[in-house]
């Protein structure tokens, strides 16, 4: 069998899977802000090459379009489908959401269907191992709550403006996101101040410093553009709250980053306690878990007392890729759902 490249082209990350058959047998992600130009693009094709050096067929998806390089969707649409064509040939798959796969010229005709739609591979992926699941994938910026019923996603939002109006977009994640976007206020030494809103830290600092953020979670750089040692995100996140690190004990600043994570970990429990409710999904339906964030969101499930899964796992990857198979959900059902259909 062909094996086939999976590319999901973010406004962050480049991240690639590689399919064989019905089997996941890689999973990578590269840093790539694609805000800084084409070049940046270029350079994580570069990189990821000894890699999909080994595929016989392309597809991809994107969330790219919508980043600062581009005046609208619609334009970065255009010009990244124009780019992969440049790059991986014209047979290359696009992912076109409820369109399914299209040629390039079907995605210029439809870019509002390749816009942000990656979400739907990972759910249809979900749908056809599970029938029923409530699929949540924690990224490092945002996190999607998409229900799959009867094997097929059943978002009630396509958009990422209709999503948010649903809660099946959350602009929350587990590294990027900006601490005052998080919460407007936090709990300090026993009272309750005020955020300054200033992007001094973001919530890498915060898992930094509770331990919980993996070695390899984070790839991006810092608010301050320095380094990310333990002492140098609790000087971050104490500027959040208007003070020095050296105000307060390491202790202290654990606590308040405790009180931000609860807070954000809420905040998703809200949206997808408002997504259930608005579903007939089944009781025993699971939770799906998958992002950088998979593991929050395995705890999650509990909460809501629902069965949990990973996306590795249902991705069938190897032992060696598990874990990023279920970080990089989107490329890997890309990957894999255009290896069955050929």
């Known amino acids: 069998m062909a094996v086939t490249a999976g590319?999901?082209?973010?406004?962050?990350?480049?991240?690639?899977?590689l399919a064989d058959d019905s089997?996941?047998?890689?999973?990578t992600q590269i840093a790539c802000p694609l805000?800084?130009?084409?070049?940046?693009?270029?350079a994580a094709f570069a990189e990821a090459a000894p890699l999909t050096g080994r595929a016989q067929r392309f597809a991809a998806t994107m969330t790219g379009e919508m980043c600062e390089l581009f005046q609208d969707r619609r334009t970065g649409v255009h010009t990244l489908v124009d780019h992969l064509i440049a790059k991986l040939g014209p047979e290359t798959h696009i992912w076109m959401g409820p369109r399914g796969f299209g040629a390039a010229e079907q995605a210029h005709q439809h870019p509002a269907c390749v816009a942000s739609t990656n979400f739907l591979a990972a759910a249809a992926l979900v749908g056809k191992r599970l029938g029923d699941a409530l699929l949540i994938d924690m990224g490092s910026t945002t996190t999607d709550i998409i229900p799959v019923g009867a094997g097929r996603p059943c978002p009630r939002g396509l958009t990422d403006g209709t999503r948010l109006a649903t809660s099946e977009l959350v602009y929350t994640g587990l590294t990027r996101s900006d601490?005052?976007?998080?919460?407007?206020d936090v709990t300090f030494k026993g009272r309750t101040q005020r955020l300054a809103a200033g992007n001094f830290a973001t919530m890498a600092d915060v898992r930094r410093i509770l331990s919980e953020l993996p070695d390899d979670a984070d790839q991006q750089d810092t608010a301050d553009h320095r380094g990310k040692s333990?002492?140098?995100?609790?000087?971050?996140?104490a500027r959040s709250l208007g003070r020095d690190s050296a105000d307060a004990s390491l202790d202290d600043w654990r606590d308040a980053a405790r009180n931000i994570a609860d807070q954000q970990m809420r905040v998703i429990h809200d949206a997808c306690s408002?997504?259930?409710a608005a579903n007939s999904l089944p009781k025993d339906a699971p939770i799906v878990a998958a992002g950088v964030g998979a593991s929050l969101i395995e705890?999650?499930?509990?909460?809501?007392s629902r069965p949990g899964r990973?996306?590795?796992d249902l991705a069938n990857a190897t032992d060696d890729c598990r874990l990023w198979a279920t970080r990089c959900a989107p490329a890997v059902a890309i990957a894999l759902l255009t290896a069955v259909q050929n």
């Open 7 to 17: 590319y999901d082209i973010g406004g962050a990350h480049l991240k690639v899977a």
């Open 310 to 312: 990973t996306f590795g």
């Open 179 to 184: 601490v005052a976007t998080i919460a407007h």
């Open 274 to 276: 408002h997504v259930l």
């Open 23 to 27: 089997r996941t047998i890689a999973v």
């Open 230 to 237: 333990l002492d140098e995100s609790a000087a971050r996140f």
């Open 35 to 42: 805000w800084l130009g084409l070049d940046r693009l270029d």
């Open 299 to 304: 705890a999650l499930a509990k909460k809501l």
